[in-house]
C-alpha cells in the first residue's frame, strides 16, 4: 500500500513543483529587468549632464545625444572667466570635510553617553533631542545671523562649521545604534580590565560604530556640500564663497546664456558626492544589513 501511494502522489507533486519554479524564474526576470530600468532612468540624469559639459550650445539646444562634444575646453575657459571655480570648489570640500568629521566624533561621544551612562536629566535631554529633530534648521537662520554678527564671525567660516557640530538626528541615529549592537558588559569587562572612559570610546565604541558612522557622513557631507542658503546669508566676501553659492551668482551672468558652461559647473559640484558615495556605500549597505538583523 505504502508503494501504491507514493507512485500515486508522485505524479501529482511533480507537475506543482515545475509550475513553483517556472513561477519563480518569471517573477525574478520581471523584478530584475524592472531593478534595471529604474538604474537606467537614475543614471541618465548624470549622463545627459556629463555629456553636454562637452557640448555647445546650440548643441544642447538641438536636443540629447550620448555622443560627447568638442566643446569642452571652451566651455570651461568661459565658466572660469566669471567665477573661480575652483575655489569655490575648495571652499567646500574644507568646509564639508571639517562638518562630516567634526560632527562624527561629537555625535558619537554624545551617544555613547546618551546609551550607557545614567545622569540626572537625562531623559528630559534625550526628549529635546527629539524635539528639535522636528523643527527645520532654516528657522533659526535669523538668530544664528544676529547671533554671529554679536561674535563678530560673520564672513568666516566658524558659522558654517559649529552650528552643524551639535546634530540630533546623528546622535539620535548612533544612540540607537548603540543599544542595538553593543552590550553594557563589553565595557564593564573593560573598566575590570583598568581601561579609562576615553580609551573605551576610542577603541571600543568607534570601531562598533564605523557602519553607522559611514551611513551618517555621506548625507552630512552631502547636505554641506549642497547647503546654500546658510552660506549665502553668513559670506560676503565672493573669495570665501561655496560653490553652490558661486554657481547661484551665475544665474544672472553671461554664463548663463551658455549652457554647456553650466553644465560643466554642475557636473564639477557633483563629482564630489559621487566620490563619497562610491567609498562609503559599501559601509552604509553593512548598517543596513546589521539594523536588520538585529
Known amino acids: 500500500m505504502k508503494n501504491t501511494k507514493a507512485v500515486s502522489i508522485a505524479p501529482i ?35 545627459m549632464m556629463i555629456v553636454n559639459a562637452t557640448r555647445s550650445n546650440s548643441e544642447i539646444i538641438r536636443g540629447f545625444t550620448l555622443i560627447p562634444g568638442t566643446s569642452f575646453f571652451d566651455n570651461y575657459d568661459v565658466l572660469i572667466r566669471y ?14 570635510t571639517t562638518v562630516t568629521l567634526l560632527n562624527a ?17 537625562k ?35 566658524w558659522p558654517l562649521i559649529i552650528p552643524a557640530i551639535a546634530a540630533p538626528f546623528t546622535v539620535f541615529f548612533f544612540r540607537q545604534y548603540l543599544v542595538s549592537s553593543m552590550q553594557i558588559s563589553i565595557l564593564e569587562a573593560a573598566r575590570i580590565d583598568g581601561a579609562s572612559e576615553i580609551y573605551m570610546f576610542h577603541r571600543i565604541v568607534l570601531p562598533i560604530l564605523k557602519p553607522a558612522i559611514a551611513t551618517q557622513a555621506i548625507f552630512t ?49 557633483v563629482v564630489p558626492i559621487m566620490v563619497a558615495f562610491i567609498f562609503l556605500s559599501k559601509h552604509i549597505i553593512n548598517s543596513i544589513s546589521a539594523g536588520a538583523v538585529k
Open 123 to 157: 531623559s528630559l535631554i534625550f526628549g529635546a533631542f527629539l524635539v528639535v529633530m522636528m523643527v527645520p534648521g532654516q528657522l533659526g537662520l535669523l538668530g544664528q545671523y544676529e547671533l554671529n554678527s554679536t561674535l563678530g564671525i560673520l564672513d568666516t567660516y
Open 105 to 121: 566624533y561629537f555625535s558619537a561621544l554624545t551617544a555613547f553617553a546618551m546609551a550607557f551612562y545614567e545622569f540626572k536629566g
Open 221 to 269: 557631507f552631502i547636505g554641506t556640500w549642497n547647503n546654500y542658503m546658510t552660506p549665502l546669508i553668513m559670506l560676503r566676501t565672493p573669495s570665501k564663497f561655496t560653490l553652490p553659492v558661486m554657481m547661484g551668482a551665475l544665474s544672472g551672468s553671461p554664463v548663463a546664456m551658455n549652457l554647456g558652461a553650466m553644465y560643466l559647473g554642475i557636473a564639477i559640484s
Open 13 to 47: 507533486v511533480a507537475p506543482i513543483g515545475k509550475g513553483f519554479k517556472t513561477r519563480i524564474k518569471i517573477l525574478k526576470a520581471t523584478l530584475y529587468t524592472f531593478l534595471i530600468i529604474l538604474s537606467v532612468i537614475s543614471v541618465i540624469p548624470f549622463v
Open 83 to 96: 567665477v573661480n571655480v575652483w575655489r569655490g570648489f575648495a571652499n567646500s570640500l574644507f568646509i564639508a
